[in-house]
């Protein structure tokens, strides 16, 4: 999240004359993330987000907003779109931008999770994964192998020799895995692809709720859980594996939807496609940054060591 397209009050009252969410009281910018332009939006009867879409089109957007709005309905603590009073219409328009306005969720987000949270998380991704099963949308991952075929040659120049090798390395793993019959028989559906630390919510211990689905897509389920256990299940200084809060997060999510024989042998490869993911796009953004008022790109090194570590360092599943 950050801001890349400026709001002004006028704005947002503008908006809010649209809306049935009472009257304006304070609009303020989020710094963090890199994709859209984000605000807290509060009004007389309550906190909002505002989201303006710098990438995703008119087009694309009524997946992720209306995903949201099923499991929302379904009783999935997401985000839930608000929808113009007249209209009806979850998509919105604001400064020429296509926008949304979903309720804030309670809480914080927890950067240094435990064992605790790490099984609310694989819990609620397991409901999330079965409660998508019945939407009907579909829409490819669109950060998903395609894009890293596309993008790898693009950011290869920016890389030394060795990150280079390894890069292109995995690449070629990758696509080999996803030619396989294997890979064929992973369950799939809509996916979040981006259940970081700070796109979630906790009260204490307490889960709150996911935010920020202008990832998600139709993908592996097992990736979705790669993408949770390469952040929220590895020490941040050194990309490696901590056990207790991927057993956590493990168990929990098979109590709920045990994985399946495909899963099982795919489990690394997907640990590792995840890592991949996000080593490609930090690098993207690292090296093509886009001017935003608030924005600090991620370091895309983080993601290289975590490759590192699932390469060297595979697991074995209980």
Sequence with gaps: MAVFTEVSDKDARDLLRRMSLGSFQTLQGIQGGIENTNYFLTTDQGQYVLTLFERLSFEQLPFYLHLMKHLAQAGIPVPDPQSESRSGDILLKVCGKPAAIVNKLAGKSQLAPQPVHCAAVGDMLARMHLAGQSYERQQPNLRGLPW???????????????????????LAYQNHVAASASYAALPRGPVHAD????????????????????????????????????????????????????????????????????????????????????????????????????LTPHDPTHFERVLSQRIAHPLTLG
């Design 148 to 170: 890293w075929n596309e993008t790898v040659p693009v950011v290869l120049p920016h890389l030394d020799g060795k990150a280079a090798a390894m890069l292109r390395a995995e």
């Design 195 to 294: 259940l970081f630390r700070d796109n979630a919510m906790f009260d204490g211990d307490k889960l709150t709720g996911f935010f920020d689905f202008y990832f998600a897509g139709v993908d592996t389920w097992l990736f979705d859980l790669a993408v949770c256990l390469n952040d929220w299940c590895i020490n941040h200084a050194t990309g490696a594996h901590d056990a207790p809060r991927a057993k956590a997060m493990i168990d929990a999510y098979q109590a709920v939807r045990p994985l399946t024989s495909a899963e099982r042998e795919l489990f690394n490869a997907q640990l590792r496609a995840g890592a991949l993911r996000f080593w490609i796009s930090r690098l993207w953004d690292f090296h093509l940054p886009r001017e935003a008022a608030l």
